[in-house]
């Protein structure tokens, strides 16, 4: 990679983390507290998501998910990806101040990072459909004949088709652009520091295949995980550096 990208250690480095600092600006700050929050919450939403699917694997029939939903709906919803939804909804509040902190010097660029990372929110949730099988496993347990049944067992499996379908697929690669264009920038700037953007790099690049590829893409959503804990906390630590009372807040040396 070209020195522009990287950066160097030239004498213009500490003009440059003098210029980032400046750049934190007082109204953005109760925003980059909430964004250091929501890291921590998907951090925790992550691990609980994890341990459940470790404890109770999610069925593989559409008659076993109505009597998961039937014996226990948040347990069912759960295993239909809830706290993903959650995560993701916690992300909106992310990118929105990692474009605040980013923006000067790279405003096109984030704001295409933010575009992705918005996009992918939004047909993440639409590829939910948790709620919709909630609804149709009572629908399911309340039918009184064969044909019903199959209906609704019909309509049943088209939801899970959808939850792991198209809109899924968008949403996950959109999410690995957003945050490969974000940590570009972070190689370019003293804020986050090179480790965050080379995480970044490492997760965004994971995050190019979906989870539904196979037992490569499987594998590939699995450790992403890792790479996924890291940022979020590398994330939540310098927001909440951020968000601090000082009034000029001096930027992350290369190494952090």
């Known amino acids: 990679m070209s020195a522009s990208i ?5 004498a213009s480095a500490p003009h440059r983390e003098a210029a980032d600092a400046m750049q934190v600006e007082p109204a953005w700050k109760p925003l980059y507290r909430a964004a250091g929050a ?13 341990i459940v699917f470790i404890a109770n694997p999610p ?17 069912g919803l759960i295993n239909l990806d809830l706290l993903m939804l959650v995560i993701y909804v916690l992300m909106g509040l992310i990118y929105v101040a990692l474009y605040g902190a980013l923006r000067h010097g790279h405003e096109p660029v984030m704001a295409l990072a933010a575009l992705c990372g918005l996009v992918s929110i939004v047909t993440y949730i639409a590829s939910n459909t948790g709620f919709n099988l909630l609804v149709l496993s009572g629908q399911y347990g309340a039918a009184t004949t ?17 939850w792991q379908g198209t809109a899924y697929d968008v949403s996950y690669v959109l999410g690995g652009v957003a945050t490969l264009l974000v940590a570009s920038v972070m190689l370019r700037s003293h804020l986050f520091g090179r480790v965050t953007a080379y995480v970044g790099l490492v997760l965004g690049v994971l995050m190019l295949v979906p989870a539904t590829a196979g037992t490569f893409g499987l594998y590939l959503s699995l450790i992403s995980l890792v790479p996924t804990v890291i940022w979020l906390a590398l994330l939540a630590w310098r927001f909440f550096k951020l968000a601090s009372p000082q009034q000029h807040i001096t930027a992350a040396h290369t190494g952090t």
């Open 38 to 50: 929501a890291a921590l919450l998907s951090i925790a939403f992550t691990f609980v998501a994890v």
């Open 146 to 162: 064969e044909a019903q049944r199959a209906a609704i067992r019909a309509a049943g499996q088209a939801m899970l088709a959808i």
């Open 59 to 75: 069925p593989t029939t559409i008659t076993a998910w109505f009597t998961l939903f039937q014996r226990n709906g948040l347990l």
């Open 6 to 10: 990287l950066g160097s250690p030239s």
